[in-house]
Protein backbone atom coordinates (compact mmCIF):
# COMPACT_ATOMS: atom_id res chain seq x y z
CA UNK A 1 0.00 0.00 0.00
CA UNK A 2 2.62 2.67 0.70
CA UNK A 3 4.44 1.35 -2.61
CA UNK A 4 1.30 2.53 -4.24
CA UNK A 5 0.81 5.79 -2.55
CA UNK A 6 4.30 6.70 -3.04
CA UNK A 7 3.87 6.37 -6.81
CA UNK A 8 0.72 7.82 -7.08
CA UNK A 9 2.14 10.96 -5.20
CA UNK A 10 5.20 10.89 -7.44
CA UNK A 11 2.50 10.88 -10.84
CA UNK A 12 0.74 13.67 -8.83
CA UNK A 13 3.66 15.57 -8.47
CA UNK A 14 5.18 15.52 -11.92
CA UNK A 15 1.53 15.70 -13.53
CA UNK A 16 1.53 19.22 -11.60
CA UNK A 17 4.95 19.84 -12.72
CA UNK A 18 4.26 20.02 -16.20
CA UNK A 19 1.05 21.44 -15.90
CA UNK A 20 2.48 24.42 -14.54
CA UNK A 21 4.89 24.26 -17.86
CA UNK A 22 1.65 23.75 -20.19
CA UNK A 23 0.12 26.74 -18.12
CA UNK A 24 3.42 29.19 -18.76
CA UNK A 25 3.56 27.72 -22.63
CA UNK A 26 3.41 30.25 -25.51
CA UNK A 27 1.51 28.38 -27.72
CA UNK A 28 -0.03 25.26 -26.31
CA UNK A 29 -1.21 23.96 -29.45
CA UNK A 30 2.21 23.65 -30.46
CA UNK A 31 3.25 21.23 -27.31
CA UNK A 32 4.94 18.26 -28.58
CA UNK A 33 3.62 15.07 -25.99
CA UNK A 34 5.38 12.85 -27.66
CA UNK A 35 8.95 14.58 -26.61
CA UNK A 36 7.55 14.81 -23.06
CA UNK A 37 6.89 11.33 -22.94
CA UNK A 38 10.30 10.28 -24.33
CA UNK A 39 12.32 13.19 -22.55
CA UNK A 40 10.14 11.77 -19.12
CA UNK A 41 10.76 8.07 -20.49
CA UNK A 42 14.80 8.95 -21.17
CA UNK A 43 14.92 10.26 -17.29
CA UNK A 44 13.50 7.38 -15.62
CA UNK A 45 15.82 4.94 -17.52
CA UNK A 46 19.29 7.06 -16.75
CA UNK A 47 17.68 7.28 -12.81
CA UNK A 48 17.34 3.12 -13.02
CA UNK A 49 20.69 2.63 -14.66
CA UNK A 50 22.49 5.11 -12.32
CA UNK A 51 20.75 4.20 -9.36
CA UNK A 52 19.65 0.00 -9.46
CA UNK A 53 22.10 -1.26 -12.03
CA UNK A 54 25.91 -1.90 -10.48
CA UNK A 55 27.84 -1.15 -12.91
CA UNK A 56 26.68 2.41 -13.59
CA UNK A 57 26.06 2.85 -9.86
CA UNK A 58 29.66 1.42 -8.91
CA UNK A 59 31.10 4.02 -11.63
CA UNK A 60 28.93 6.71 -10.01
CA UNK A 61 30.35 6.21 -6.82
CA UNK A 62 33.98 6.20 -8.25
CA UNK A 63 33.49 9.64 -10.21
CA UNK A 64 32.25 11.07 -6.55
CA UNK A 65 35.20 9.18 -4.60
CA UNK A 66 37.48 11.05 -7.29
CA UNK A 67 36.23 14.71 -6.29
CA UNK A 68 36.09 13.79 -2.96
CA UNK A 69 39.99 12.79 -3.67
CA UNK A 70 40.46 16.28 -5.33
CA UNK A 71 39.20 18.38 -2.49
CA UNK A 72 42.19 17.22 -0.41
CA UNK A 73 44.58 18.21 -3.16
CA UNK A 74 42.94 21.61 -2.85
CA UNK A 75 43.48 21.68 0.88
CA UNK A 76 47.13 21.51 0.14
CA UNK A 77 47.18 23.87 -2.58
CA UNK A 78 45.09 26.83 0.48
CA UNK A 79 47.80 25.26 2.96
CA UNK A 80 50.46 26.48 1.23
CA UNK A 81 49.10 30.03 1.27
CA UNK A 82 47.24 30.40 4.24
CA UNK A 83 48.73 27.99 6.47
CA UNK A 84 46.92 26.13 9.29
CA UNK A 85 44.93 29.15 10.52
CA UNK A 86 41.65 29.19 8.63
CA UNK A 87 41.64 25.49 10.15
CA UNK A 88 42.13 26.83 13.36
CA UNK A 89 40.09 30.07 13.60
CA UNK A 90 36.45 29.17 12.99
CA UNK A 91 35.50 32.16 10.78
CA UNK A 92 37.32 31.60 8.16
CA UNK A 93 35.34 27.96 7.97
CA UNK A 94 33.68 28.87 4.62
CA UNK A 95 36.50 30.38 3.23
CA UNK A 96 38.77 27.34 4.00
CA UNK A 97 36.57 24.60 2.63
CA UNK A 98 34.75 26.72 -0.52
CA UNK A 99 36.16 29.39 -1.61
CA UNK A 100 39.87 28.09 -2.09
CA UNK A 101 38.49 24.94 -3.56
CA UNK A 102 36.43 26.45 -6.15
CA UNK A 103 39.99 27.99 -7.42
CA UNK A 104 41.18 24.74 -7.70
CA UNK A 105 38.31 22.92 -9.50
CA UNK A 106 38.31 25.78 -11.88
CA UNK A 107 41.75 25.19 -13.06
CA UNK A 108 41.35 21.62 -13.14
CA UNK A 109 38.33 21.72 -15.19
CA UNK A 110 40.29 24.40 -17.91
CA UNK A 111 42.83 21.57 -17.95
CA UNK A 112 40.43 18.82 -18.67
CA UNK A 113 38.67 20.90 -21.65
CA UNK A 114 41.89 21.57 -22.92
CA UNK A 115 42.40 17.92 -22.99
CA UNK A 116 39.12 17.14 -24.61
CA UNK A 117 38.24 15.10 -22.13
CA UNK A 118 35.06 16.86 -21.07
CA UNK A 119 34.33 17.37 -24.95
CA UNK A 120 33.79 13.17 -25.03
CA UNK A 121 31.46 13.66 -22.53
CA UNK A 122 29.39 16.05 -23.47
CA UNK A 123 29.15 14.64 -26.76
CA UNK A 124 28.36 11.27 -25.84
CA UNK A 125 25.41 12.55 -23.63
CA UNK A 126 24.63 15.50 -26.76
CA UNK A 127 24.42 13.06 -29.01
CA UNK A 128 22.12 10.61 -26.26
CA UNK A 129 19.78 13.13 -26.46
CA UNK A 130 19.55 13.97 -29.62
CA UNK A 131 18.84 10.86 -31.20
CA UNK A 132 16.03 10.38 -28.30
CA UNK A 133 14.37 13.55 -28.39
CA UNK A 134 15.08 14.34 -32.10
CA UNK A 135 15.96 17.97 -31.12
CA UNK A 136 18.58 20.14 -32.51
CA UNK A 137 22.43 19.22 -32.42
CA UNK A 138 23.21 23.11 -30.69
CA UNK A 139 20.67 22.78 -27.85
CA UNK A 140 21.45 19.19 -26.95
CA UNK A 141 24.98 19.85 -26.94
CA UNK A 142 24.47 22.71 -24.91
CA UNK A 143 21.57 20.87 -22.48
CA UNK A 144 24.94 18.45 -22.26
CA UNK A 145 28.11 20.52 -21.85
CA UNK A 146 25.64 22.05 -18.47
CA UNK A 147 25.91 18.94 -16.83
CA UNK A 148 29.46 19.18 -16.68
CA UNK A 149 30.83 23.03 -17.21
CA UNK A 150 27.86 24.97 -15.97
CA UNK A 151 25.79 27.72 -17.11
CA UNK A 152 28.78 30.79 -17.89
CA UNK A 153 30.88 27.99 -19.64
CA UNK A 154 28.19 26.12 -21.58
CA UNK A 155 27.49 28.87 -24.08
CA UNK A 156 30.89 28.95 -25.28
CA UNK A 157 30.46 25.47 -26.22
CA UNK A 158 27.99 26.51 -29.11
CA UNK A 159 29.52 30.28 -29.73
CA UNK A 160 29.12 29.44 -33.59
CA UNK A 161 26.08 28.57 -33.74
CA UNK A 162 24.43 31.08 -31.32
CA UNK A 163 23.28 33.72 -34.28
CA UNK A 164 21.51 31.18 -35.68
CA UNK A 165 19.62 29.53 -32.95
CA UNK A 166 15.57 30.02 -32.82
CA UNK A 167 13.70 31.69 -30.09
CA UNK A 168 13.00 27.76 -28.50
CA UNK A 169 16.67 26.60 -28.98
CA UNK A 170 17.48 29.99 -26.73
CA UNK A 171 14.77 29.01 -24.21
CA UNK A 172 16.46 25.85 -24.24
CA UNK A 173 20.04 26.86 -23.82
CA UNK A 174 18.77 29.11 -20.91
CA UNK A 175 16.45 26.16 -19.05
CA UNK A 176 19.25 23.95 -19.06
CA UNK A 177 21.94 25.92 -17.40
CA UNK A 178 19.13 26.86 -14.85
CA UNK A 179 18.89 23.40 -13.78
CA UNK A 180 22.04 22.13 -14.06
CA UNK A 181 25.11 22.99 -11.26
CA UNK A 182 29.15 23.20 -12.85
CA UNK A 183 31.09 20.26 -11.78
CA UNK A 184 33.60 23.07 -10.41
CA UNK A 185 31.17 23.66 -7.52
CA UNK A 186 30.04 20.03 -6.99
CA UNK A 187 32.49 18.82 -4.57
CA UNK A 188 31.64 22.25 -2.84
CA UNK A 189 28.25 21.36 -1.65
CA UNK A 190 29.89 17.58 -1.45
CA UNK A 191 31.71 19.00 1.47
CA UNK A 192 28.79 21.16 3.02
CA UNK A 193 25.83 18.50 3.05
CA UNK A 194 28.98 15.72 4.31
CA UNK A 195 30.49 17.33 6.76
CA UNK A 196 33.80 14.68 7.87
CA UNK A 197 32.54 11.98 6.80
CA UNK A 198 34.37 10.82 3.77
CA UNK A 199 31.45 8.03 3.30
CA UNK A 200 28.51 10.56 3.59
CA UNK A 201 30.34 13.16 1.31
CA UNK A 202 31.17 10.41 -1.82
CA UNK A 203 27.10 9.21 -1.03
CA UNK A 204 26.11 13.03 -1.37
CA UNK A 205 28.33 13.35 -4.54
CA UNK A 206 26.96 10.42 -6.12
CA UNK A 207 23.26 12.13 -5.90
CA UNK A 208 24.91 15.20 -6.81
CA UNK A 209 26.32 13.58 -10.24
CA UNK A 210 23.23 11.96 -10.48
CA UNK A 211 20.66 15.17 -10.16
CA UNK A 212 22.84 16.84 -12.85
CA UNK A 213 22.76 14.14 -15.59
CA UNK A 214 19.10 12.90 -14.44
CA UNK A 215 17.74 17.40 -15.17
CA UNK A 216 19.65 17.46 -18.30
CA UNK A 217 16.47 15.78 -20.51
CA UNK A 218 14.01 17.53 -17.79
CA UNK A 219 14.96 20.76 -18.80
CA UNK A 220 14.52 19.92 -22.32
CA UNK A 221 11.36 18.71 -21.60
CA UNK A 222 10.38 22.35 -19.34
CA UNK A 223 11.78 24.51 -22.35
CA UNK A 224 10.06 22.54 -25.17
CA UNK A 225 6.57 23.27 -23.45
CA UNK A 226 7.25 26.64 -22.31
CA UNK A 227 8.69 27.12 -25.68
CA UNK A 228 7.48 24.65 -28.58
CA UNK A 229 9.52 24.43 -31.49
CA UNK A 230 8.08 25.90 -34.67
CA UNK A 231 10.72 26.08 -36.86
CA UNK A 232 13.26 22.77 -38.32
CA UNK A 233 16.27 22.66 -37.19
CA UNK A 234 19.97 20.73 -37.79
CA UNK A 235 19.75 17.58 -35.62
CA UNK A 236 23.00 17.06 -36.34
CA UNK A 237 25.62 16.86 -33.51
CA UNK A 238 29.08 18.77 -34.40
CA UNK A 239 31.54 20.33 -31.65
CA UNK A 240 33.18 23.84 -32.32
CA UNK A 241 36.35 23.56 -33.79
CA UNK A 242 38.03 26.83 -32.44
CA UNK A 243 40.52 25.96 -29.26
CA UNK A 244 39.54 27.86 -25.98
CA UNK A 245 43.34 28.06 -24.81
CA UNK A 246 46.81 27.97 -25.81
CA UNK A 247 48.13 25.35 -24.13
CA UNK A 248 47.92 23.72 -20.46
CA UNK A 249 49.61 26.54 -18.86
CA UNK A 250 46.81 28.86 -20.28
CA UNK A 251 44.10 26.42 -19.43
CA UNK A 252 45.43 26.38 -15.67
CA UNK A 253 46.02 30.21 -15.53
CA UNK A 254 42.83 31.29 -16.85
CA UNK A 255 40.54 28.86 -15.23
CA UNK A 256 42.54 29.99 -12.16
CA UNK A 257 41.92 33.75 -12.82
CA UNK A 258 38.30 32.43 -13.48
CA UNK A 259 38.24 30.38 -10.51
CA UNK A 260 39.15 33.48 -7.99
CA UNK A 261 36.34 35.36 -9.52
CA UNK A 262 33.75 32.94 -9.07
CA UNK A 263 35.47 32.44 -5.17
CA UNK A 264 34.80 36.34 -4.77
CA UNK A 265 31.95 36.30 -6.03
CA UNK A 266 30.34 33.39 -4.27
CA UNK A 267 32.02 34.44 -0.90
CA UNK A 268 30.40 38.71 -1.88
CA UNK A 269 27.35 36.65 -2.50
CA UNK A 270 26.79 34.55 1.10
CA UNK A 271 27.83 37.91 3.30
CA UNK A 272 25.20 40.25 1.30
CA UNK A 273 22.48 37.32 1.09
CA UNK A 274 23.27 35.82 4.49
CA UNK A 275 22.93 39.48 5.65
CA UNK A 276 19.48 40.81 3.67
CA UNK A 277 18.00 37.51 4.84
CA UNK A 278 18.82 38.62 8.44
CA UNK A 279 17.34 42.09 7.91
CA UNK A 280 14.08 41.12 6.32
CA UNK A 281 13.64 38.59 9.11
CA UNK A 282 14.08 41.25 11.48
CA UNK A 283 11.83 43.54 9.60
CA UNK A 284 9.21 41.31 8.80
CA UNK A 285 9.06 39.54 12.23
CA UNK A 286 9.65 43.21 14.39
CA UNK A 287 7.01 44.93 12.09
CA UNK A 288 4.22 42.38 11.13
CA UNK A 289 4.80 39.80 13.86
CA UNK A 290 5.44 40.88 16.66
CA UNK A 291 2.73 43.79 16.19
CA UNK A 292 0.20 41.32 15.31
CA UNK A 293 0.69 39.11 17.69
CA UNK A 294 1.67 36.67 15.10
CA UNK A 295 5.29 35.59 16.28
CA UNK A 296 4.01 33.71 18.92
CA UNK A 297 1.25 31.76 16.98
CA UNK A 298 4.19 30.76 14.58
CA UNK A 299 6.36 29.41 17.17
CA UNK A 300 3.67 27.34 18.91
CA UNK A 301 2.38 26.15 15.70
CA UNK A 302 5.48 24.93 14.26
CA UNK A 303 6.96 23.66 17.52
CA UNK A 304 10.26 26.05 17.63
CA UNK A 305 10.92 25.46 13.77
CA UNK A 306 10.26 28.93 13.06
CA UNK A 307 10.54 31.44 15.66
CA UNK A 308 8.72 34.49 14.79
CA UNK A 309 6.31 35.01 11.35
CA UNK A 310 9.37 36.62 9.54
CA UNK A 311 10.28 36.56 6.16
CA UNK A 312 11.95 32.88 5.94
CA UNK A 313 8.17 31.69 7.43
CA UNK A 314 6.54 33.65 4.44
CA UNK A 315 8.75 32.23 1.65
CA UNK A 316 8.54 28.55 3.54
CA UNK A 317 4.63 29.04 3.37
CA UNK A 318 4.64 29.99 -0.42
CA UNK A 319 7.09 27.07 -1.69
CA UNK A 320 4.99 24.17 0.63
CA UNK A 321 3.07 23.42 -2.07
CA UNK A 322 5.72 22.51 -4.03
CA UNK A 323 7.41 20.60 -1.70
CA UNK A 324 4.16 18.22 -1.09
CA UNK A 325 4.26 17.91 -4.89
CA UNK A 326 8.13 16.69 -4.28
CA UNK A 327 6.86 13.93 -1.72
CA UNK A 328 7.82 15.48 1.25
CA UNK A 329 6.10 14.71 4.78
CA UNK A 330 4.07 16.90 6.04
CA UNK A 331 6.38 18.12 8.95
CA UNK A 332 9.05 19.25 6.66
CA UNK A 333 7.09 21.31 4.19
CA UNK A 334 7.35 24.55 5.32
CA UNK A 335 10.90 23.58 6.01
CA UNK A 336 11.54 22.17 3.00
CA UNK A 337 9.34 25.01 1.42
CA UNK A 338 11.46 27.63 3.11
CA UNK A 339 14.99 25.97 1.38
CA UNK A 340 13.29 25.94 -1.60
CA UNK A 341 11.97 29.98 -1.86
CA UNK A 342 15.95 30.63 -0.78
CA UNK A 343 17.23 28.89 -3.56
CA UNK A 344 15.20 30.39 -5.88
CA UNK A 345 15.10 34.06 -4.60
CA UNK A 346 19.27 33.57 -3.93
CA UNK A 347 20.86 31.15 -4.46
CA UNK A 348 20.97 27.01 -4.32
CA UNK A 349 24.98 27.83 -2.37
CA UNK A 350 23.00 29.78 0.20
CA UNK A 351 20.09 26.89 0.30
CA UNK A 352 22.57 24.26 0.38
CA UNK A 353 24.41 25.52 3.45
CA UNK A 354 21.33 26.39 5.08
CA UNK A 355 20.38 23.02 4.93
CA UNK A 356 23.64 21.42 6.06
CA UNK A 357 23.24 23.99 9.38
CA UNK A 358 19.48 22.45 9.70
CA UNK A 359 20.98 18.49 8.77
CA UNK A 360 23.62 19.15 12.02
CA UNK A 361 21.08 21.38 14.22
CA UNK A 362 18.88 17.93 14.00
CA UNK A 363 15.91 19.95 12.18
CA UNK A 364 16.34 17.92 9.32
CA UNK A 365 15.94 14.05 10.00
CA UNK A 366 14.06 12.48 7.87
CA UNK A 367 16.13 10.65 5.37
CA UNK A 368 14.03 10.59 2.24
CA UNK A 369 13.37 14.42 2.88
CA UNK A 370 17.09 14.93 2.94
CA UNK A 371 17.29 13.16 -0.34
CA UNK A 372 14.69 14.84 -2.28
CA UNK A 373 16.15 18.10 -1.25
CA UNK A 374 19.70 17.53 -2.48
CA UNK A 375 18.26 16.86 -6.06
CA UNK A 376 15.79 19.60 -5.89
CA UNK A 377 18.14 21.98 -4.80
CA UNK A 378 20.39 20.77 -7.63
CA UNK A 379 20.20 24.00 -10.06
CA UNK A 380 21.27 27.40 -10.83
CA UNK A 381 17.37 28.29 -11.14
CA UNK A 382 17.42 31.34 -9.31
CA UNK A 383 16.75 35.20 -10.02
CA UNK A 384 20.53 36.09 -10.28
CA UNK A 385 21.35 33.70 -12.86
CA UNK A 386 18.67 35.58 -15.39
CA UNK A 387 21.29 38.63 -15.74
CA UNK A 388 24.49 36.52 -15.63
CA UNK A 389 22.78 34.33 -18.39
CA UNK A 390 21.52 37.79 -20.40
CA UNK A 391 25.16 39.36 -19.48
CA UNK A 392 27.03 36.03 -20.58
CA UNK A 393 25.16 34.95 -23.47
CA UNK A 394 24.33 38.35 -24.68
CA UNK A 395 28.35 39.06 -24.85
CA UNK A 396 28.72 36.32 -27.47
CA UNK A 397 25.96 37.06 -29.81
CA UNK A 398 24.12 40.52 -29.48
CA UNK A 399 21.61 39.79 -31.60
CA UNK A 400 19.90 37.15 -29.43
CA UNK A 401 19.45 39.69 -26.47
CA UNK A 402 16.09 40.67 -27.14
CA UNK A 403 15.52 36.43 -27.17
CA UNK A 404 17.37 36.20 -24.00
CA UNK A 405 15.29 39.25 -22.04
CA UNK A 406 11.98 37.77 -23.27
CA UNK A 407 12.51 33.90 -22.34
CA UNK A 408 14.98 35.25 -18.92
CA UNK A 409 11.77 34.23 -16.47
CA UNK A 410 10.67 31.64 -18.32
CA UNK A 411 14.00 29.52 -18.27
CA UNK A 412 14.08 30.54 -14.66
CA UNK A 413 10.45 28.56 -14.03
CA UNK A 414 11.56 25.71 -16.42
CA UNK A 415 15.15 25.38 -14.36
CA UNK A 416 12.85 24.98 -11.52
CA UNK A 417 10.39 22.03 -13.01
CA UNK A 418 13.60 20.38 -14.21
CA UNK A 419 14.88 20.18 -11.12
CA UNK A 420 11.95 19.27 -9.33
CA UNK A 421 11.20 16.62 -11.28
CA UNK A 422 14.63 15.17 -11.12
CA UNK A 423 13.89 15.00 -7.76
CA UNK A 424 10.28 13.00 -7.78
CA UNK A 425 12.07 10.40 -10.03
CA UNK A 426 15.52 10.12 -8.10
CA UNK A 427 13.43 9.39 -4.90
CA UNK A 428 10.87 7.40 -6.31
CA UNK A 429 13.89 4.89 -8.12
CA UNK A 430 16.11 5.32 -4.55
CA UNK A 431 13.06 4.14 -2.37
CA UNK A 432 13.04 0.97 -4.17
CA UNK A 433 9.99 1.37 -6.78
Not at 65 to 80: H, I, K, Q, T
Request: charge should be neutral; proline fraction near 2%.
Amino acid sequence: MDTLLTLLRALIGIVGLLALCWWLSEDRKRIDWKLVGIGIGLQVCLGVLILKVPLFHAAMEGVSGFFNRLVGFSDEGAAMVFGSMPRDVPVFGIAWTVLTAIVFFSAFSAILYHLRVLQALVFGFAWLMSKALKLSGAECLAAAANVFIGQTEAPLVVKPYLKGMTRSEINALMTGGMATIAGGVLAIYMRQLGGDDELARIAFGKHLLTASVLSAPAALVAAKMIAPQRERVDEQVAFPKEKEYDGLLDAATKGTSDGLKLALNVGAMLVAFTGLVALLNYVVGAWVGEWTGLNAWVASATDGRFAAFNFSFVIGVVSAPFAWLLGVQNADLLIVGQLLGERLVFNEFFAYLHMAQLKDAGVLTDGRTILILTYALCGFANIASIGIQVGGIAALERSQRPNLLRYGFRSLFGGMVACYMTAIVASTIQSGI
